[in-house]
């Protein structure tokens, strides 16, 4: 009998296995299904979230309304080539450049510094956050940082703290800006906004900072070092050294050639190529004259304000007085609040400097300050003007304006600051037009003193000697101060600050007893770009032009703003209009000859002095009280510099004076200014106007035969025809046995020679000196001549040489010692003994005719006699 059939209700053992796998096969499967589901969300959620935040974020207004960059300034130089470009109201260095300017290969170096898959993701690169991530799970530190070009920019754009809502927010905004612009105008975005280094916004002020070139000419090495720039603009800046910056570089460029942004060879080349940067100075865009015309310290495109004068170097105070520390050093100060009418309304200025002339003369400023640094020089200053136009061709306000230790932002063109010798041209043609000096007038060069409110001045010269009588020429040439106080006294310091303010030197403002007859040697604080001016007037054959810095200033939509570009050259008398004639032209013709005689110098400064240039030059120094500022000056027929050298904090420099401190800038300076303008020579004196003629060298008058030295002098006609016969030589019979004056001698015991003769000023000087003076005695060896006896000095005065009429003195209580002054006489020669007579007390003295006396409180009278001669005038002094 067959076995029975299973009942299909009561399945076996395998098929309940099947139906179970089967079961738990769609439970795992739905899970799956869910844990995907779960794990895709948990993915998306973050990008969700973002992409929602990216809707809800703002863009910035930068990117808003990019038509805004139309408000920068591009400062261009006299030729049309661009020096920089600055936004309105932004002290930064910036300019901005199209990325079709920029070249390739700032991109592709930029590319593989920051962002390689830059073309690929929307803003936020995915694979390299779980790189970054990765990295700090293995190394449990920052390996790399994860930020696209775009979170860079949007980090630019809105800063915000580096903390976990911060992050999300820079994300959020470069999505929002990813999908508001395009690859292309995000790179050329960021590569204008980026930091490239301290105070340098965008790659192309940092290209011509450092390398004194537009981005697009950069070397691929150049390219790979700017790219390098913005992980660390601090870090990497080369001024600091360029070791950390060429590590990172070479970096860079290995990244290129591994993503394929550059070949091997040109990788190689790359690496071996050392960062050169251009030499400081270069790149820098004139940027006090920049600065000085934007912010309106030239006032309107070049214009100073009225009131008084005032600099970037120490502001103007209400009465007059440079403030801050200007007046002891010219230490900077905030200047007062001027309009400035070109910021905000010109698209583009067009200054008066050359570009390339500026560079070179940015360079030698700054190779000056370093080869005398250990002569405690901290800073120069430099204007170029061409003296047919009155316009600035070059304009250094100091040798670094990044200087912080050296104050470079102080502005040395504007700064006030005493100018020492720099102002005696003026002084020697003022005596020339008023008191009928000429360049062969004798001067006295010898211990003098003035009196002063203050008590007495005794100028001396810079070499410690005293000359005797020089001719203005000499005077002038070799810098004595004596002479140019003699005169600035004969003159009084009322007319000679008048004149000063002609010139244009308005900061001079305090009444002129303030300055009193020191005025000719400085005691006075002017501005160089004032100084340069009064000079280019001497060039201009005495016609006072106003400097002008602006030649032509543009408004947005091109429009021509007229900037007032005429920079009046001070305040306080300056006349307005152009060519107002200040000097005597042919007086001011004689002292341009004076100025570019070489020769006449050569006793102050000797030969190959840093004067003497290869074309006729017409040059002078000055170098102010204590060392604190030395200045040189000077001109050719078409331009004209001038050099300051010193501390701006009003520190002295180490014996620096203005013939080795400016001097070796100023001949730098005119060498470069002469590849602009070729030399040539002043054009020659008018002869109606002028005359050549021979004098006495050391009287300065028509020769006599007694006269042993002669030479030509320039002088007006007038004067030249009116020139007296030489005085000062003498020729007298000498006893040969005695050397004596000769009596009845026999012939054979006589000669004849020539002597010089001084009036009682310099009689004291010419004994000193050795100088030829005929003798006193006549010999006891021969017979007087028939009616010689009695020679007459009764029609010879003596005077009292010191002290001055009306000095005071004062005794120093913390002086234990005995307090003297020298009391000096000057006599005629043949005087022998002489006699003060102090309070009505007879003192007889003899050569030198001077007396040490024991100062005592109380007024004093004084007068000198000799015997035989006119007694002098009584002066009175005062001891307190």
């Known amino acids: 009998m067959a076995a029975p059939s299973p009942s299909p209700e009561r399945p076996g053992r395998a098929g309940r296995w099947r139906a179970l796998s089967r079961v738990v096969r769609l439970a795992r499967a739905r899970g799956a299904r869910r844990a995907a589901r779960i794990a895709l969300g948990l993915a998306v959620a973050p990008w969700l979230l973002l992409a929602v935040l990216a809707a809800l974020t703002g863009l910035p207004p930068e990117l808003r309304a990019p038509e805004e960059r139309a408000v920068s300034t591009v ?33 592709r170096a930029l590319l593989a510094a920051e962002d390689r898959r830059f073309a690929l993701h929307p803003g936020v690169d995915p ?10 799970a293995a190394e449990r530190r920052v390996v790399s940082g994860a930020s696209t070009i775009t979170q860079q920019l949007a980090r630019t754009l809105a800063p915000r703290p580096r903390t976990v809502r911060g992050k999300i927010g820079e994300m959020a905004l470069a999505l929002r800006i990813e999908a508001s612009l395009s690859k292309r105008e995000i790179l050329e975005q960021y590569l204008n906004r980026v930091a490239f280094g301290p105070g340098l916004r965008g790659v192309e002020a940092a290209s ?66 050392p960062i050169a940067l251009a030499p400081r100075g ?145 002084v020697y043609e003022l005596a020339m037009e008023q008191l009928g000096f000429t360049a ?89 770009l004032d100084l340069a001016n009064a000079y280019a007037t001497l060039a201009r054959g005495g016609v006072l032009l106003p400097v002008r810095a602006v030649r032509a200033a543009r408004g947005p939509d091109g429009a021509p703003i007229a900037p007032g570009a005429d920079l009046a050259p001070g305040t306080g008398g300056a006349p307005a209009g152009r060519g107002a004639r200040v000097l005597d ?64 904090d009003g520190s002295p420099m180490g014996g620096v004076s203005g013939i080795t401190g400016a001097g070796p800038l100023f001949r730098d300076a005119m060498l470069a200014a002469a590849r602009l303008y ?58 040969r046995r005695n050397g004596l004056r000769a009596g009845a001698c026999p012939a054979a015991e006589v000669e004849e020679r020539t002597f010089e003769r001084y009036d009682a000023e310099l009689t004291a000087w010419a004994r000193a000196a050795g100088r030829p003076v005929a003798p ?38 913390s002086v234990n010692s005995v307090q003297a002054i020298r009391l000096r006489a000057d006599v005629p020669p043949g005087v022998r003994r002489a006699r003060f007579v102090l309070d009505g007390r007879p003192i007889e003295v003899g050569p030198p005719f001077a007396l040490d006396w024991p100062l005592v409180a109380g007024a004093h009278r004084l007068r000198a006699e000799a015997d035989g001669a006119r007694a002098g005038e009584e002066i009175e002094f005062r001891v307190e």
């Not at 003497?612 to 030059?617: H, N, S």
């Not at 009280?625 to 510099?641: A, E, S």
């Open 208 to 273: 011509r900072f450092y390398f004194d070139k537009p981005t697009r000419d950069l070397s691929l090495a150049e390219a790979a070092a700017l790219a390098s720039m913005p992980r660390g603009p601090a870090l990497y800046d080369p001024r600091r050294g360029t070791g950390p910056l060429e590590r990172r570089r070479n970096r860079v460029l290995d990244r290129m050639l591994a993503a394929g942004l550059a070949g091997a060879g040109e990788v190689a080349i790359a690496r071996a190529e």
């Open 127 to 136: 694979l390299a956050i779980a790189r970054a991530l990765g990295q700090l």
């Open 678 to 735: 070729p030399p040539r020579p002043f054009e020659p004196p008018d002869p109606e106007q002028l005359a050549e003629v021979e004098v006495c060298s050391l009287s300065g008058m028509r020769p006599a035969a007694a006269c042993p030295h002669r030479r030509r002098e320039l002088l007006p006609r007038g004067e030249a025809a009116a020139l007296a016969p030489c005085d000062m030589h003498e020729i007298v019979r000498i006893d």
């Open 776 to 813: 006193d005695e006549a010999s006891p060896l021969c017979a007087p001549l028939p009616g010689a006896a009695g020679a007459p000095l009764a029609t010879v005065r003596v005077r009292v040489a010191y002290p001055p009429d009306g000095a005071r003195f004062v005794l120093d209580p």
């Open 75 to 107: 400062i261009l130089d006299r030729h049309g080539s661009v020096l920089r470009e600055l936004r309105a109201g932004d002290g930064a260095r910036a300019r901005w450049l199209p990325l079709a300017e920029a070249g390739d290969r700032i991109q």
């Open 440 to 528: 062969a007038t004798v001067l006295p060069d010898v211990e003098l003193s003035f009196p002063t409110p203050s008590g007495s001045y005794a100028p001396r010269n810079y070499d410690g000697r005293f000359h005797g009588p020089v001719r203005l020429r000499e005077a002038l040439a070799s810098s004595y101060n004596v002479p140019a106080v003699w005169t600035a006294t004969a003159l009084g310091p009322a007319r000679v600050v008048a004149r000063l303010r002609e010139l244009g030197l308005g900061s001079l403002d305090r009444e002129p007893s303030v300055y009193g007859v020191a005025i000719a040697l400085g005691d006075g604080e002017v501005r160089l």
């Open 585 to 648: 032209p042919v007086r001011a013709r004689v002292i341009v000859d004076i100025l570019a005689d070489d020769k006449a110098r050569l006793a102050s400064f000797g030969e190959g002095s840093a004067l003497d240039l290869p074309f006729p030059v017409a040059a002078k120094t000055g170098t102010s009280k204590g060392f604190r500022d030395n200045l040189t000056v000077g001109f050719t027929p078409d331009v004209t510099v001038a050099v300051w050298v010193g501390n701006f």
């Open 282 to 426: 270069a790149g820098l865009g004139a940027p006090h004259l920049v600065r000085a015309v934007l912010s309106g310290a030239l006032g309107d495109g070049g214009a100073p304000p009225a009131g008084g004068a005032s600099s970037a170097g120490g502001a103007a105070s209400a009465d007059g007085a440079a403030g801050g520390a200007s007046s002891a050093g010219g230490a900077a100060s905030a200047p007062a609040e001027r309009a400035a009418p070109l910021r905000g309304r010109a698209s583009s200025i067009t200054l008066t400097i050359d570009r390339g002339l500026q560079r070179e003369i940015e360079v030698l400023a700054q190779q000056t300050v370093r080869g005398l640094s250990d002569r405690d020089v901290g800073a120069a200053a430099v204007v170029v003007l061409e003296n047919a136009t009155g316009d600035i061709l070059a304009y250094v306000g100091s040798h670094d304006i990044e200087d912080a230790a050296g104050l470079g932002h102080n502005d040395g063109v504007l700064a006030l600051r005493q100018p020492g010798s720099a102002l005696k041209p003026f």
